[in-house]
């Protein structure tokens, strides 16, 4: 008798261990305690349907369109994916979010780029960046362009160095432009500058006043021609030949003419000596 008592209570405290121990260590790393059981969590890519009961163990569902979830969970819903504005470097998943990026010249405003802003710098400047802190997650990102450069220097972009501006008071130089972010300053002799600009204008207008000239008389001359050939056709001279044989004069006229012309033969006579 003392021996069935022995069989029958080894059994219960095995069991009495077992459930302290389970209470004492809990549900293991991919299960939860719900309601006094330890139910399993949710794979990566479902999403909690119905909790475990003493029948049957949790349901889970995939993810819907849209959202995911990247780990073992116990909520009824999957994670919703981020969206971005201008690049999708990477899809969203079931079991991974969309990974998104800016167009070259533009930057990310805050840790995960959901949002773009231009990039305002240029050549000589460099771009910093400040998180602004926000109690989340998510890190909201601002810039400010500073310059490369001391005041008395530029930036060569063909070295990408920073350079010495040229002082050209100092070589008693006048600066006809001054320097920038990017370029020198340029420097020039008064006196020559003065020279060349003179030389330069009296040869334009020489060149000018020559021209001229030729154009006008090259006009005149081709005036001058056409006018003449212009009076020639409106004025043609006419060569007339008279032949009085054809011409019949009556007696009287002719005899007239006869005598006319015998007095004049003979003053004519007289005269000479």
């Known amino acids: 008798m003392s021996h069935l008592c022995c069989s029958m209570v080894i059994p219960l405290v095995w069991i009495q261990c077992f459930w302290i ?3 004492v260590n809990g549900c293991g790393n991919l299960q939860t305690e719900m309601e006094g059981r330890c139910c399993d969590k949710c ?3 479902t999403y909690l349907d119905k909790f475990c009961s003493e029948n049957y163990q949790t349901t889970c569902a995939p993810c819907k369109e849209g959202s995911f979830a990247d780990e073992y969970h116990s909520y009824d819903r999957c994670v919703e994916c981020d969206s971005c504005q201008q690049v999708y470097e990477k899809n969203c998943t079931p079991t991974t979010n969309a990974v998104c990026a800016c167009y070259p010249g533009f930057l990310c405003s805050n840790s995960i780029c959901s949002h773009c802003q231009k990039n305002k710098c240029v050549a000589g400047e460099s771009l910093k960046k400040t998180v602004v802190s926000s ?5 909201e990102y601002t810039y400010r362009c500073v310059d490369l450069c001391l005041m008395d220097e530029y930036f060569d972009e063909k070295s990408n160095l920073c350079k010495p501006r040229k002082q050209c008071h100092a070589y008693g130089l006048i600066e006809q432009l001054p320097r920038n972010k990017t370029h020198d300053s340029v420097c020039y002799r008064l006196e020559t500058k003065r020279y060349e600009g003179d030389s330069i204008l009296t040869s334009l207008v020489c060149g000018f006043v020559l021209l001229s000239v030729t154009f006008l008389l090259f ?8 006018l003449r050939k212009h009076r020639a056709k409106k004025n043609p001279i006419l060569e007339v030949t008279v032949n009085t044989d054809n011409f019949h004069l009556p007696k009287e006229e002719s005899g007239l003419q006869f005598i006319i012309q015998d007095e004049s033969d003979d003053s004519s006579s007289l005269c000479q000596p």
């Open 21 to 23: 121990v389970g209470h």
């Open 43 to 45: 794979s990566p890519g």
């Open 135 to 139: 109690g989340l997650e998510l890190q």
């Open 219 to 226: 006009a005149s001359y081709n005036l001058i021609k056409k």
